[in-house]
Structures are given as C-alpha cells and as structure tokens.
C-alpha cells in the first residue's frame, strides 16, 4: 500500500480514566516520530473540538509534559459527550468534519474513548469512505467499566480496579480495629451495566481483606436474600463487608438505588432520584434490619481519578494501544479499534491486534456468569485469575513536593 | 537515675492512621534492643487487653513483619474506646492492671493514641505513683484529627491530609473535563470539632486543583452566605470546588450535617440523624439553590486508611515518637507525652520533646484564626508554609501481587 502523508487527529471522549492520557501520549509520541505523519493535532473536548476547530499543535509541546500525561488523570485534551447523528438523517456535522480534515490535510483520525466513542469512529469513518475522501480511522479503547467488546479487557479498567482493592483492604482492616463485631460497610462501586470494577473488589481477598458479599449489576438483585446474606456473615464473622455495583436492579429491572428506605423512593429536591444513592438506600436496610452501626462509602470519582494508585501493566497497555493504533493506521489500517489479546502462555502477556470498530461499537461486555460463586454474590478464582495480572506494577505518577505533578499543554492552535 | 529493669507494654487506642503502626514499631524495635526492657509485651485492643490479660510477646514477632508494620493502616495491636472512670470513684480497672503489671513485673507503659489516650496515660500514671508502684508511663501521639494540645502536629494527620490533597487534585481535574460549566462537588472531610484536616484540601492549590471554597469547623457556618459563595465562584469559574468538615455547624450550634434539604431533619429508619450526612446536605441545597448537577463525595474511612499515600515525613516522625518514648521512659521520664517540636530554621525540621501529660489530655489545638483568609472561606499562605513540609516524602507500603502487604503478626501470649 502506498504511503498516506498528511495530518493527524487525537480527541478523547467520554469519562475519563487514571490512564486514558497514557494513551493520548502513546499516540502523540509515536505520530511525531512518523515520517508520514506531518502534523500531530490534538481536538479540546474530543469530536466537539473539530466541530469548532479548536485543535492544537502537539509539536509545539514540550516533550517532558508529554511524558507527565502517564501520571495525569482526567483527559488532558478535554472530553465530550457528543453522539453524531446519523449522517443518513443529518449530515451537517460531517460535513463540518469533512471541511477541518481537509483545511489541515487530516489523513489520520484517533479517537481515544468507550462504546459511544468507537460508535463515533465508525460513522466518522463510513462518512469519509462515502465521500471518498482518503482518512484512516483508529479507536483506541478506554473504559474504566471494562465493558468493550472484542478486547480481552479495557485500559482504564485495572487501574480503578487496583485502586478499590486497594482502598477495600485498607478500610476492611481498619473497620476491624475494635476487634469482635467488627462493623458492617457497604461499597458503592462505578459500574452502571456490567459488574467489572464491583467484582474487582474481590482482588482485596488475595490479602485476605476482601468483600464478603459482591453484588453484580448481572445478577438480579433480591432485598430479603442479600438481607439473609447479611445475617449468616454476621453470625459468622461478626462484622460484613459489601461491595455492590450502582446499577444493581431487581427481578423487575427496578434500580435498588432507587428504593427508599421503607420500599418508596428517595427523591432529592426535584423529585428525581438522586444517582449514586445506592449506598444510602442499603445501609439503611441494613440499620432497619439489623440495629447495627452501618457505614456507606461511595468511591464515585475517586476510583476513575486515582492516578496516584494506577497500575503499570495498564499504563503500559495504554500506552502500547496508542502507539498500535498510530502503527496499523499507517500500514494501512482503518475502520479499527486496537484491542488486547491475552496470549495462552502462563506468564501473562497482551498483545495489540486490530479488530473491526462496528464488533466494539455495539456490543457491551459483561462478567461471564461462569466467574460468579454459586450463589452469585461474589466470584471465583477464573475471575481472580483474570483480573490479578492486569494490577501488577506500580504508577507513573511525578510527585512535586509531595503532590501529584499533572502535564501542562500549552494547547497552541495551529 | 539507676536503671529500672523489667518488662513493657505497648497498646493502641482510639481511631486508626495510616501511620499508627509505625509508632508501634518505633516502640517494639527500640524496645526489643534495649537491656533495661526485659519483655516487650504489646496489648490487643488497647487497655481493654490488659484488663483482660490479653497480651502478646513482641520477642517472638518476625522482625520481617515488624518492619512491615510501616506500611500497614489500622490498628494492628487492635483498637478500642475504652473510657477508665476516675480512680477516686471506682478503682477495680486500676486494681486490675496493677494486678497484671505485677504478674509481667511491667516497668514500662506506652500508650498510643489521641486526646482520650493521653487522659488514659495520665490516670494510669497517677494511680502507679499513688500505690508506689514503680512503672514509667509515656504517652505515643496519634490523631489524623490533629487537634492535640503541645505539639507541633501530630502523626498521622500528614497522611491523611496528603490522601485528601492529592485526591481532590485528581478529581478536581477530572470534574473539569467537559470543559465550560464545569460541575460542582462537594468534599466532606473528618475533623469533628478541628478543622486541619479541611484546611489541608486547599494543599492541592499548590498544583492549581485545589477547593474554590473551604469551611472549617472553627466558624460558624451561614447557609445563604454560603449559597452566595458558590454563586460567585460559579459567575468566575463555572465549576466550584468545596470542601467542607462534617462538624461544620450554624451560629446557634446545630451541626450542618443535621440540617434537612428543606431546613428539616434527615433522619434514619430510627430517627437519628445519619452521621456523615454533611456532603449530601449541601449537595441538595446547591442543587435546589442553582438547578445545576452536584456530586458530594464524602471521604469517610478512607482518608485515615489510605497506606497507599501515606507521607514519608510522617512515617519518619510516627517511628520517632515510638523510638523516643522508650528512651525517654528508660532515661527516666514519666506522665509525659513525646511531642514534636518545629525548628526554628529554613530548612523543616521537627524534634521529638517529652511534654508533660496532663498538657495534652486536657485541650484541643484548633485552626489559628490568623491562618484563615479574610471571608473565612479558606486558608492563607501561612497555613501551607506550616502543612506543605509534612507531606514530603513516599510511602513505605511494600506490595505483593500489586496488592498491599501487610504485616501479618502471630500474637503469641506469653
């Protein structure tokens, strides 16, 4: 295939993970080393950021700040959330596309997100072709929900899940401390559909400080059972630690989140329900059952930003999917995402490979029901087995007189 | 003095820190290499362990696992709040533990904890010199709180306030990710009556992704002063970042955190009010007060269990108060509590002092007006010249697996 010269394209979309800017960087650095790349733009605010032509020039940065994104959460380029629609039904945001891509000569298109980002790369990319104007299209995967289909798992995912085993076996010790009884804590996991980061919660047992009870957004949820649940560790164990995804639903697809503490709805100001209550709504059950002290804790942005406990393997996966995407692209790929296969080798190890963006764009991944426990209130050790390798290694992050050292982009226009 | 020979004690009392421990092994290493201590015997669950004979023999302890103990959150001698009533009105737990001290011929007692500890030090000081019993007793501080008297500060709040700065940094920047508008959260941080541990969120201004708005519990919060606050952030800024300490309370002294979305109470399925309840109070009143999203992340127990990012000054200064009380006792120093002294120089510097009890058992060192700004909605640069040098430094958790190991101690009854 003859070589493609022009311009290329970054943007990130979507919620941000403790390593997502790893990937940016993996794509900044190896497009300016290309001969055929001639100019690396980067979009503020993903596919919003064409639209209104607020690029900048990543030639113009500073290669050290470059190197901080590894240790920077949040998207450093600015995200988005901004679904196209439907070139068919309107297409004047294309064609706006269509007018920034050839005023820089944009010939490479990198869009670094989840499902509805890889969504924007497909149309974006079926747009181009239609039109015939040459432009190769990569996604490059981010999700700390790790719900992405045709990628054995999701740069994002390991390093919130590190971060809330982590934090789990901490707080499991210290709400030990007073000895017999030991309290009972619930955790409020991210995760809306797919159970990924809650069942992480169980990497906390490897040091024996782990959840007794994970509740998946699987598995319909039951009030009395979990209440049962409860109760045996109790009389077990004296105190019970519980990890449960936001988005668990009853057998009538009813969000618990969304249960008052007698059974009506708890509404904040508006008479909304307020998100991210889940907590709230079962420690309350749990006070009303039981009579015992109870404790929510929510690990809401916490566990997405918490760059400072990310893990090595998946700022290096993130990187190498950045890198591969910019590679593929200009041996002649598009319309792909980069995802990880796992080799079938003892020693883990991941390679990058180009699936189709229309298998990721669509699908939603979800924890097997194989990896649960019989009862389905936790998980066995094929998902242990799974997810321990992808924690390993420790963060990227540059302190700065005891804090985090963030990158600076001057963000030049071009 | 001539060298008082025979065996101590080590407990914990109170809340945990993430560097508690390391006072502990300040205290068992230094205790297990000096001739005059002849038994290093640590107590489960603070005083309540002596009273119920359960003790452990530090000798037999892998060295490997003591140093360990630096890297381990929580209590590990186990924990309790256990009040002893004055001698004068019932002696039976005095009686008790000069029954035990004898039965160990206990020469040496270190106690480590916060206010209520060093009050336990105190009595159990006095009523030894009152029987004639000869046991030299030092008090080992600890309080993420900060709010003990006759110190500089005190170990363990570095590293909470370290955990605190370096994850409102990290969300704040992730908050910001969509660009203009930017949203609003709300932290609520531990420190019931002391606000040191609010003040330390605005550490993160240091990297620019600090709390627009802080309130302390050293002054009377005003509810619509505060709505006109966020106001005026959100006119400059968009966004607005608040921390605020759940013992914030009104003019009249009722707590914030009690305080209903509609000026009512929230109560539980027992009609309590829920601790901890502060961020969810000033998200609903932001929310009906503006109409725009609010998220409230209440920091809980994961700020005083977060090893992961504990601060190295504070490590260093937790063992050496650990280290210096056993050789103060040996010295000859009683009823004193080992504190650290600031230099008066450039570059940081604190040294251990020994301070006499009944100096810290009885006050509560709160946040000097003068380190506040103007509105009281914030602190001044004298607040960060005082905070900045505490949290220097890296951790000391080891891992395993990409986990934390923790030290794993046999407790063997002598």
């Known amino acids: 295939m003859a070589a493609l010269k022009g311009a290329c394209i970054i943007g990130q979309s979507g919620g941000p993970t403790s390593v997502i800017n790893a990937s940016a960087r993996g794509v900044i650095e190896t497009a300016l080393k290309n001969e055929n790349i001639t100019q690396v733009l980067a979009a503020e605010n993903g596919i919003k950021g064409i639209l209104e032509d607020r690029l900048f020039d990543c030639g113009l940065e500073d290669p050290k700040e470059l190197e901080l994104l590894s240790g920077t959460p949040s998207s450093s380029l600015g995200s988005c959330r901004y679904k196209l629609k439907d070139s068919d039904v309107d297409d004047t945001d294309y064609k706006r596309i269509l007018e920034i891509f050839k005023k820089y000569n944009v010939r490479y298109f990198f869009y670094n997100g989840g499902n509805d980002s890889m969504d924007t790369c497909n149309k974006v990319s079926k747009y181009m072709q239609k039109v015939g104007y040459e432009c190769r299209v990569i996604g490059v995967p981010k999700t700390i929900d ?53 069942a992480a919660s169980a990497l906390a047992n490897c040091v024996n400080e782990g959840p007794d009870l994970i509740y998946l957004p699987e598995v319909p949820f039951d009030m009395d059972k979990f209440l049962a649940d409860v109760d045996r560790i109790r009389a077990e164990k004296g105190g019970c630690i519980i990890a449960a995804s936001e988005g668990i639903m009853d057998k009538d697809g009813k969000f618990i989140s969304e249960y008052g503490s007698s059974g009506s709805q708890t509404l904040d100001a508006f008479g909304h329900n307020q998100l991210g209550g889940l907590a709230s709504v079962l420690t309350n059950k749990i006070k009303e059952h039981t009579g015992a002290k109870v404790r929510g804790i929510e690990l809401s942005l916490l566990q997405r930003a918490a760059a400072h406990c990310a893990s090595g393997v998946d700022l290096d996966e993130a990187y190498r999917v950045g890198e591969e995407a910019v590679n593929a692209a200009v041996r002649g790929e598009t319309d792909k995402m980069i995802a990880l296969k796992r080799a079938d080798s003892e020693e883990y190890v991941c390679n990058c490979v180009a699936v189709p963006l229309s298998e990721a764009a669509n699908a939603e991944r979800k924890v097997p029901e194989e990896w649960m426990n019989e009862e389905k209130n936790g998980v066995n050790e094929k998902f242990i087995a799974y997810a321990l390798p992808l924690i390993q290694g420790p963060t990227l992050q540059k302190t700065e007189n005891g804090l985090p050292r963030f990158a600076h982009l001057k963000k030049i226009h071009p």
Not at 157 to 186: C, M, W
């Open 146 to 198: 790790n719900d992405l289909a045709g990628t054995d798992h999701c740069p994002g995912f390991a390093s919130a899940a590190k971060y809330i085993a982590t934090s789990i076996a901490e707080v499991s010790l210290d709400a030990k401390v007073y000895g017999q009884g030991g309290p009972i804590v619930v955790f409020e996991i991210m995760g809306r559909n797919a159970g990924w980061l809650t």
